[in-house]
């Protein structure tokens, strides 16, 4: 299937420390999507790039896409307790008619 | 600005009853409209997707269906619920596909968390 798959499953860090997510799809996409999910909410779209660029910024958040490999990274800077959540990737794939969801990050983010 | 609408937050059903959730969009018109559900600790599973008024694209064969009454609002229905219909339901909107960028942002809203007992 098309569907990004995240890595890893979960990741606990502590304030202050800078978190890694990986996300690696397997068809070539019209662009890549980055969303939260806080406990028992609703997604927010974090950052959106293209098949054409390879790094956005967006606050603390770099993304990167490397289409070679098809994958993708989301880097949070200096962590924030609030920054715990999940974290998904979404792909827009070339003939899908809708994005692909992955199974999502856990990041847990202590004081 | 744009928001979104779902109702209830919550639902206990028993087994076996009919169930109706509703989702509304404000300020847009001709949205894309879509039904996930997210299993506990999982990732979303897209339900059904709708392009217009009538069109519903249905991912997954199940007990559920979908129903677009109007531009803006959006109807997950199931004649008979099944434990396994127990689950975290979001519905999003997005702008429409556009030919050479692909498929935009989705807007999700607040979700319905079902319980089937």
């Known amino acids: 299937s098309q569907q990004g798959e995240e890595d890893p499953q979960a990741l606990s860090i502590q304030e202050g420390e800078n978190a890694t997510m990986n996300c690696s799809y397997k068809?070539?996409?019209?662009?890549l999507q980055w969303y939260r999910q806080n406990s028992g909410r609703g997604l927010v779209h974090l950052i959106l790039?293209?098949?054409?660029?390879r790094e956005k910024h967006s606050g603390r958040l770099r993304v990167t896409l490397d289409t070679s490999k098809k994958s993708s990274s989301l880097l949070i800077t200096a962590s924030r307790a609030a920054d715990t959540a999940s974290y998904f990737c979404?792909?827009?794939?070339?003939?899908?008619?809708?994005?692909?969801f992955g199974k999502g990050t856990m990041l847990l983010v202590s004081p | 600005s744009q928001t979104i609408h779902q109702w209830p937050a919550t639902l206990v059903q028993p087994v076996g009853s009919p169930l109706s959730l509703e989702c509304t969009v404000e300020?847009?018109?001709?949205?894309?409209l879509y039904w996930y559900r997210q299993a506990a600790g999982r990732g979303l599973q897209l339900l059904f997707y709708?392009?217009?008024?009538?069109?519903i694209s249905s991912e997954v064969p199940q007990n559920l269906s979908a129903s677009r009454p109007q531009d803006r609002q959006f109807i997950l229905s199931s004649k008979k619920l099944l434990l396994s219909d127990s689950g975290f339901y979001l519905c999003?909107?997005?702008?429409?596909?556009?030919?050479?960028?692909?498929?935009?942002?989705?807007?999700f809203g607040p979700g319905t968390r079902l319980l089937v007992l």
């Open positions: 979404a792909t827009d794939a070339s003939g899908y008619s809708t994005l692909t």
């Open positions: 068809t070539s996409i019209n662009n």
């Open positions: 709708s392009v217009g008024i009538g069109q």
């Open positions: 300020g847009t018109s001709n949205p894309n």
């Open positions: 790039i293209r098949s054409n660029e």
């Open positions: 999003a909107w997005s702008g429409p596909r556009v030919s050479g960028l692909g498929q935009e942002t989705q807007y």
